[in-house]
């Protein structure tokens, strides 16, 4: 039983990260379980009603832990204000809406943070969460190479699974020209959803060779996995083709591989400038011999991105997706602006934004995408959410200043914790958490959302779950 129940939980923990496969309660819409839960839910449910008293004094140990009070703050202000909003009559019928979109703040606030815990409370190791959460980060970027190839082959097959896989993405996208523009999504809904993948986990992969023992119980799978997964992340985000993601995911790379070879570069830096030059300009060539073969190539995007900079209308023109994004984002900095201490209300920004008619209160040049969402859908102003911008419109500063403080103490808490742990691969998983967390904040400012990030909660989840292990069970992570 035992036994059953920890591969249950890492077979939810693997499918958490497939946020397009799931099953319709209602075809066509929002109302969706998403297939992690039904493998998660019910071990909560056995907790709760076969382990009541031993679940709760568990959970009850884990809530006194410092950093939950943050926790608590930020969730009670969003459930308050949401009740507050309601009365005084924020939301707007369909009232449906709000409860299918909801689900996805509450989802990952509630069951996935906690996830971690869950894992080690049915007696999960850590290192197997860790085994799950690495062999994850390397599938994800090898099923977008494997799609790469299916797309330049013509394989039907490959998106056939890949499709089953992500059921999902047609109640999101009314077409998919991935195909015909060459680029991968994986296991996500939309290129740039792999481009944020890889921005937040990147640290990871660049720092799984330091880990000498073995991650894997099979040496020969464990040395493959370490010795090219940063290769096929590499190629992962070229394949994207997503501009923004390419200029993020590379500079990133690069500054955590100086911080990573710092030592060495300091003292054979006569060495390695000419080094870091000769990678640069073949890196370079790379790039521009692969975009002359590349329909819509990266270069040609990232070209078209930094050339208009400063200029909406060249954006708006050139690269229509970028300018749908800003807009969004400074339409929801006007919403926040109508409503600066608490917000319009969780899940409320687009409707808020179609009775405030946003459109009329700045001259600011729309996009096709941006005119549709105005004059065609109805009731709601449909906008790209980011975790800070959504966050300002519908929690103001005060809710966005809790969440703020709860991720700087996650922070403070993994840098702690780093100094107490001797084991390889635990001190070298928070090494690599508390980079991600970094990415998390970077990324928070454009295309993230809180409400539909499940591996930024479960990172918080590690770091909680450590929390614990140091606090009560300090033999399993220091030896």
Not at 191 to 219: C, Q, Y
Not at 367 to 388: D, M, W
Not at 408 to 423: C, D, G, R
Request: with cysteine.
């Amino acid at each position: 039983m035992e036994k059953a129940l920890k591969n249950i939980f890492l077979l939810g923990l693997f499918f958490l990260f497939f946020k397009m496969f799931g099953i319709y309660i209602v075809p066509g819409t929002g109302a969706v379980i998403l297939i992690f839960l039904l493998f998660i839910v019910p071990l909560y449910l056995y907790c709760f009603f076969f382990n009541f008293k031993k679940f709760t004094n568990y959970l009850y140990k884990i809530f006194k832990t410092p950093c939950m009070k943050y926790y608590f703050l930020f969730i009670g202000f969003v459930v308050l204000t949401t009740i507050v909003h309601m009365i005084l009559g924020y939301y707007h019928p369909p009232y449906g809406r709000y409860i299918i979109h909801m689900k996805d703040f509450f989802i990952p606030a509630f069951i996935i943070i906690f996830m971690p815990i869950l894992g080690l409370f049915l007696k999960v190791k850590m290192k197997q969460m860790l085994k799950c959460i690495y062999f994850v980060i390397y599938f994800v970027s090898l099923v977008a190479v494997i799609q790469y190839l299916s797309f330049v082959l013509n394989v039907s097959i490959v998106s056939t699974i890949i499709g089953f896989f992500t059921n999902l993405r047609e109640t999101v996208y009314s077409s998919d020209t991935m195909q015909e523009t060459m680029r991968v999504f994986s296991i996500f809904g939309e290129p740039s959803s792999v481009g944020r993948f890889v921005f937040i986990t990147l640290p990871f992969v660049v720092n799984i060779d330091r880990i000498k023992e073995k991650i894997f119980s099979n040496i020969y799978i464990d040395k493959l996995i370490k010795y090219t997964i940063l290769p096929i992340t590499i190629l992962a985000i070229i394949f994207t083709k997503s501009p923004i993601y390419l200029i993020l995911c590379f500079t990133e790379l690069f500054i955590l591989e100086l911080i990573k070879y710092r030592k060495a570069i300091k003292k054979h830096i006569l060495v390695a400038a000419p080094l870091l030059l000769i990678t640069g300009i073949v890196l370079s060539a790379i790039m521009a011999i692969m975009s002359a073969t590349m329909s819509d190539s990266f270069l040609t995007r990232i070209t078209s991105v930094t050339s208009n900079f400063g200029s909406m209308d060249g954006l708006v023109t050139e690269e229509a997706s970028l300018a749908t994004r800003i807009i969004a984002y400074y339409w929801q900095f006007l919403a926040f602006t109508q409503n600066i201490f608490f917000g319009c209300g969780l899940n409320n920004v687009e409707t808020y934004l179609n009775v405030i008619n946003v459109h009329t209160l700045t001259n600011m040049p729309m996009t096709p995408e941006n005119v549709k969402n105005v004059y065609i859908i109805q009731e709601i102003i449909g906008v790209n959410r980011s975790l800070f911008w959504s966050s300002l419109a519908e929690f103001g500063i005060v809710g966005t200043s809790l969440y703020f403080i709860f991720f700087f103490k996650n922070m403070s808490v993994v840098k702690k914790l780093k100094k107490v742990i001797n084991t390889e691969m635990n001190y070298y998983t928070l090494e690599s958490i508390s980079k991600s967390l970094i990415m998390i904040f970077i990324i928070g400012f454009y295309n993230m959302n809180m409400a539909n990030e499940p591996t930024m909660w479960l990172i918080y989840g590690l770091i909680l779950a450590y929390v614990y292990l140091a606090k009560y069970k300090p033999e399993e992570i220091i030896k």
